[in-house]
C-alpha cells in the first residue's frame, strides 16, 4: 500500500494521515452521544422523581433509564471496538482516540 501525505497531497494541513482525520471526527462525536445518554438519564430520574407514584409514568421513567444505561453499555463497547481494532483492520495510520 502507498503512503499518501495527505497534507500536502489535498492540503489538509497538518492532517497527515487517514487515521488522523478520522480521529478528529470520532472524538467529537463520542463526546456528543456521551453528553446525550447523560440526559436522558436525567430526564429518567426526573420522571421517576416526579411521578408522583403514578404507575404508567414510573414505568416511563423505568424504560427511558433502562435506555441510558443500554446507550451507555454499547458507546462503551464501540468505543473499546474502535480503539483496539478498527486501527488495526483497515490499517489506519495514526488512529488511537485515547494517545
Not at 54 to 59: L, R, S, T
Amino acid at each position: 500500500m502507498n503512503n499518501v501525505d495527505l497534507g500536502n497531497q489535498y492540503a489538509f494541513g497538518w492532517i497527515t494521515s487517514l487515521g488522523q482525520g478520522t480521529n478528529l471526527l470520532i472524538t467529537p462525536v463520542f463526546s456528543i452521544a456521551m453528553a446525550g445518554v447523560v440526559l436522558y438519564f436525567i430526564i429518567g430520574g426526573l420522571q421517576f422523581l416526579l411521578s408522583g407514584g403514578d404507575k404508567e409514568a414510573i414505568a416511563k421513567a423505568q424504560k427511558r433509564i433502562t435506555h441510558a444505561i443500554i446507550g451507555f453499555i454499547l458507546l462503551i463497547v464501540l468505543f473499546l471496538f474502535m480503539q483496539f481494532f478498527v486501527g488495526e483492520f483497515l490499517n489506519l495510520g495514526g488512529f488511537k482516540i485515547i494517545k
